[in-house]
């Protein structure tokens, strides 16, 4: 839950910048705070990892405590993709129709003459596109319906899913086993 106050204090951050023009603070702020978080969760799944194989943890806390690992996960790496891809949200919002980037949305290949009739003329990924993406990834262990386009996603993606692998097959799988 901590990385959805988090998350909500970034998004606060980035207005407050964007609102005074300076961009290019709110965005390195913003890879700062997601750094730090990113770091706190990778710290909190080793620790809970030694927590088990040293049995101090009972099966209630070791669910919840792998549920709250699970969704700060998508949560952490969605916010990266909405930073990262297209140069961030300010650089594709100045970008009319979004058409590049490391991400293939679905709208990405429609044909112009279907996006103007289905009022996607002018469509560019928002947050809840990346939410999406991250959510697919940590449950499916890959995406879905988004082919990845760029290195830096793909090494993202793959750390994403091995900690979703990990929190679902280690963690919630011990916690099941011995309840």
Sequence with gaps: MAAGRDR?????????????????LGQVL???????????LILSLALLISQVTEHKVTPPQLLRSAAALWVSNFLVFASW??????????????????????????QMTM??????????HDWEPNFVDYLFLAFNTSTAFSPTDVPVLSRWAKILMMIQAMISLLVLALLAGRAVNIL
């Design 8 to 24: 909500a204090g970034t998004a606060r951050t980035d207005h407050y910048f964007h609102r005074s023009g300076n961009h290019y």
């Design 30 to 40: 913003g890879y700062v705070l997601n750094s730090v978080v990113t770091a706190a």
């Design 81 to 106: 993709y909405w930073r990262l891809d297209a140069g961030g949200p300010h650089q594709r919002a100045r970008t009319p129709g979004h058409n590049d980037g490391a991400f293939l949305f679905p």
């Design 111 to 120: 044909h112009p003459e279907a996006k103007i009739a289905a009022g996607e």
